[in-house]
T-cell receptor, first 112, second 115 residues
Framework: TQLLEQSPQFLSIQEGENLTVYCNSSSVFSSLQWYRQEPGEGPVLLVTVVTGGEVKKLKRLTFQFGDARKDSSLHITAAQPGDTGLYLCAGVPGNQGGKLIFGQGTELSVKP | DAGVTQSPTHLIKTRGQQVTLRCSPISGHKSVSWYQQVLGQGPQFIFQYYEKEERGRGNFPDRFSARQFPNYSSELNVNALLLGDSALYLC??????????????FGPGTRLLVL
């Protein structure tokens, strides 16, 4: 069974601080996606990374895919209260396009 | 453009009952996937349908079934409901599951409570 371990599960920080969320597995994924989910809503895609070592930036968010395509990280610079939410990593295992394996999520709270 | 739509938004059932959840994909999308998200956890894959055929099934009992219609909308059925079936049921659509970098777009979900 392919698993994605996401850490930390909960994070409470002050506005302006930096943070990193990690997503690790012993399995190789053909691509990895990061989603953000608000209460009562479905996950919204932030980014997809597909190449080992790839780094993508989305404003204050930086996403990295590990060289071996087994892990990924999300770094937020100067967090703002609007960043509060549930962050989920999800991987496409092997050649099974269409099936996403999700991590358990990181609940982020940014206090003003 | 309309995104993925799901109905109903909320549902309360009792143990042993049956439930049907509905999903309409984004126009032009031919693949629909279903996920179950229990409170405090990430979504878990239940089914994927593409061109009306089942392409994948997660580790769920036979009480869970689904189908896809010619217009690519989909229904998820759950029989003999258990308390543990209480969850947010998410539907996601994509153009095709054949591309490994395929992007899945999620609907708002149906919140099911089993009493």
């Amino acid at each position: 069974t392919q698993l994605l371990e996401q850490s930390p599960q909960f994070l409470s920080i002050q506005e302006g601080e930096n943070l990193t969320v990690y997503c690790n597995s012993s399995s190789v994924f053909s691509s990895l996606q990061w989603y953000r989910q608000e209460p009562g809503e479905g996950p919204v895609l932030l980014v997809t990374v597909v190449t080992g070592g790839e780094v993508k930036k989305l404003k204050r968010l930086t996403f990295q895919f590990g060289d071996a395509r087994k892990d990924s990280s999300l770094h937020i610079t100067a967090a703002q209260p609007g960043d509060t939410g549930l962050y989920l990593c999800a991987g496409v295992p092997g050649n099974q396009g269409g099936k996403l394996i999700f991590g358990q999520g990181t609940e982020l709270s940014v206090k003003p | 453009d309309a995104g993925v739509t799901q109905s109903p938004t909320h549902l309360i059932k009792t143990r042993g009952q049956q439930v049907t959840l509905r999903c309409s994909p984004i126009s032009g999308h031919k693949s629909v996937s279903w996920y179950q998200q229990v409170l405090g956890q990430g979504p878990q894959f239940i089914f994927q349908y593409y061109e009306k055929e089942e392409r994948g099934r997660g580790n769920f009992p036979d009480r869970f079934s689904a189908r896809q219609f010619p217009n690519y909308s989909s229904e998820l059925n759950v029989n003999a409901l258990l308390l543990g079936d209480s969850a947010l049921y998410l539907c996601a659509s994509s153009l095709s599951p054949l591309a490994l970098q395929e992007t899945q777009y999620f609907g708002p979900g149906t919140r099911l409570l089993v009493l």
